[in-house]
């Protein structure tokens, strides 16, 4: 079964993966768990694909929170990270 208390754990994680930026004892975890837990997966493939879309050319420039928020929003993590 899926460690529900996991996930919620490691989806405020995510964007930080996404990035890059997670250290990588965290990475190693999340990908531990995405190898055990369909949902996540789900999540992570689906943000990393749209914010391929909305990516610029250089590394240095960040995803805007803004978009951030509303993908969040519309993958429902807020439901995640409210809980
Ligand atoms: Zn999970």
Redesign the pocket.
Known sequence: M??IC??KG?VSSISEYIDGELPPELCAELEK??SE?E??TIVVNTLRKTIDLYKQPTPDNPLPDEIKSRLYARLHLEDYMNK
Do not use: A, I, K, Q
Request: hydrophobic share 20%; proline share 0%; net charge negative.
């Open positions: 899926t460690d996991n996930c490691l768990h995405m837990c949902n996540c």
